[in-house]
């Protein structure tokens, strides 16, 4: 995925949509996510750019979230109504160069040139059919702390794949587990089917700490559902991150109110 956010949402304008259905239907919640992966040694150089043109930046139709993580890069999540929206993030996010995402660049006099080594780009949707106790965060960072799956699945597969999932959901729900996961449906990118698993915690400590009593309380059966997902997986990625307020828009102190995310 290395196509750049105007450039994905000129591509997602065009495409059929997925699952037959058309650009106005109201959908569950959708997200553009824009992940830059920057220069390790440029990485102040980048945060005091962003911040800067955050700072001046004036779009009032168009909101993100930032979520930083090594593997993740730095991923600007935009929630989105419905396909429809595209067209309306793309015209808000690209009629001028000041709101160019590029503009960071140019305003910077520290940065002769972009510190960005490659940018991937995607849509995703939330499926709450295979979600178990969702809870939405918002720009003040509650539980800021992420750690991703990306299930690769195998193509064909995603009725058995989603039927595992669903077990998994419901073996949550009979033994009243009060840690919740997220699942996410790539609905535009590369190498699809893929879905995502979010999970949360304060930090990486107690999200290990959750991990552990979740085990303790789901025991073998967990452990062979999460096993049988694999059966219909061609590969599974790993990653963490966590909220950056500071680098998302509006910022928490210009926020007139709190938008969710999930």
């Known amino acids: 995925m290395t196509r ?12 059929s949509y997925p699952r037959g259905t058309v650009a106005q239907e109201t959908r569950h919640p959708m997200y553009i996510v824009r992940s830059e992966f920057v220069k390790p040694a440029e990485t102040a150089a980048y945060e005091t750019a962003t911040k800067r043109w955050l700072s001046e930046l004036t779009i009032d139709d168009v ?10 890069g730095y991923a600007f999540v935009v929630p989105i109504e419905n396909f429809a929206a595209l067209d309306e993030v793309r015209l808000s996010f690209g009629t001028t160069s000041r709101t160019s995402p590029d503009a960071r660049w140019a305003q910077s006099a520290a940065t002769a040139a972009t510190p960005v080594e490659r940018v991937e780009s995607y849509v995703i949707e939330l499926r709450p059919d295979l979600s178990y106790l969702q809870r939405t965060v918002s720009l003040d960072a509650t539980l800021p702390f992420r750690k991703y799956h990306w299930y690769h699945a195998i193509p064909g597969r995603e009725a058995e794949f989603e039927a595992v999932v669903t077990s998994l959901v419901e073996l949550y729900r009979a033994r009243d587990v009060d840690q919740g996961f997220l699942f996410y449906e790539v609905v535009i990118g590369d190498d699809l089917p893929v879905f995502l698993r979010v999970e949360r915690a304060d930090d990486e400590a107690h999200y290990a700490a959750q991990a552990s009593m979740i085990r ?21 990625e790993v990653m963490e991150g966590a909220v950056r307020s500071g680098l998302s828009y509006p910022p928490p102190s210009q926020a007139a109110s709190s938008r969710e995310y999930r």
């Open 216 to 236: 303790e309380t789901l025991g073998d059966q967990a452990d062979a559902l999460f096993g049988r997902l694999l059966e219909y997986t061609r590969h599974v």
């Open 4 to 15: 750049t956010l105007i450039g994905i949402l000129v591509a997602a304008s065009l495409c």
């Open 63 to 72: 909101t993100w979230v930032t979520i930083y993580g090594h593997e993740l």
